[in-house]
């Protein structure tokens, strides 16, 4: 009879999810992993089966929760289009400001295996893209909405514009591990909202 597992699998993937976001999927070790998680080595390997499987599934958990929290804020039928994304930016600021170590935030565990590993490993790629479409999506009909309201400019197509703002989060993340404070933070995202109502 199998013996019943005696830890908290969500706990050990949020403490493995956090390991890859501060360090990366190169320079964390198996030996970190298994003290950040509590467990020992053949836990581990029992459970997730190797190190790029577990790192494949805190991705997907760092991915879901980040974009369902972003659902929420552009879901908001109470708020105007541009109210929301004002809002999301604020969140993703917020996000940076909670997490920062030493002055310099973490920035976003997509954007850095993006860079560090989707043009090498085609896992991490397809899960980062369907990501990445699912929020395009979200953002590209509040932008819609936003211009048939008159809000925002119909200058550019909505999935043009998400695209946009979508590579001004990304830049708003990595100038905050490279030391942008909050202000220079604020700065960016007021200069993407300015552009879409103008």
């Not at 972003?70 to 917020?94: C, K, N, P, Y």
Request: proline letters at 2%; one cysteine or more; glycine letters at 8%.
């Amino acid at each position: 009879m199998a013996r019943p597992r005696t830890f908290d699998e969500g706990y050990a993937l949020d403490a493995a999810m956090r390991l890859f976001w501060e360090k990366g999927y190169e320079a964390t070790s198996t030996q970190d992993l298994c003290e950040v998680t509590g467990l020992g080595r053949s836990s581990i390997y029992n459970t997730f089966t190797s190190k790029h499987a577990l790192f494949l599934r805190s991705l997907e958990r760092y991915v879901d929760m980040v974009t369902r929290d972003q659902h929420a804020l552009l879901d908001g039928a109470e708020l105007s289009a541009v109210d929301r994304l004002r809002s999301m930016f604020t969140s993703v600021i917020d996000m940076e400001e909670r997490h920062r170590r030493k002055g310099r935030g973490i920035g976003c565990l997509g954007v850095n295996s993006s860079t560090e590993l989707a043009g090498r490993d085609p896992e991490v790629a397809q899960l980062l893209g369907r990501d990445l479409e699912r929020r395009l999506s979200v953002m590209g009909e509040v932008i819609a909405q936003g211009q048939r309201a008159g809000e925002i400019s119909r200058a550019r197509k909505p999935d043009e514009l998400a695209r946009f703002l979508n590579a001004v989060i990304a830049g708003i993340r990595v100038s905050a591990q490279n030391g942008a404070d909050r202000s220079a933070l604020e700065g960016v995202a007021a200069c993407a909202m300015d552009s879409l109502t103008r």
